[in-house]
């Protein structure tokens, strides 16, 4: 079950407490800097949005590529490949990104002749973005109250036993980011904090 929303507001500012802001340039007041990864949720075929400032009234300075589905690819996931990025922030429902490529090109699978990604970073909406739960030494299926080792469970993903981490949906939601921990909704509707999310589309994250 999901915590009591003040609860869940304790965790992220707990994690805000314990960042050291480090993020060079105009984005440094304020901002949690992260260390995940991700890809675009977004189904908009123009793109998603990057902004200038955690603020849809801010500029717009480029687009992340929409998804793009290759007719002969043998690993494609579900509706294509997705724009893969870097998760280097995170303010106030917004990630800052960097590092983006083109759908498909971690895997030698980017749309022939297509423009070139994104150059720089800039912020999305924290609903826009997905990932994959990794496994990084965490006791398999537990979320977190809090982004530490040490906090209590907040409860246990759903899967069969034995089943290893994937990228079957396990994963609902990415909310919030701390270091290399994230404020995650599970399948099972748990919320809680998970060390460690990637941005692998074909094969199970490790």
Known sequence: MRRPLHRQLLAISLALAVATPTLAGPWQSEVTPCQISGWS???????LDIHAKADFASEIIGQVQPPFTSATS???????WRAEFAIVGYHEHWF????????GAPYNEAEPEAA???AGRGWVPASQVMGAYANTQMPVGWLLQAPDIHAPVAGDIERLPDESLSIDGTLTALLACSANWAL?????????????????QATNCS
């Open 41 to 47: 949720a977004s189904d908009d075929p123009a793109g």
């Open 74 to 80: 043998e690993v494609s996931p579900d509706g294509g």
């Open 96 to 103: 800052l990104i960097d590092d983006i490529q083109q759908p």
């Open 116 to 118: 070139p990604a994104f």
């Open 184 to 200: 995650t909704d599970a399948v099972d509707g748990t919320r809680g904090w998970w060390r460690g999310i990637c941005s692998n």
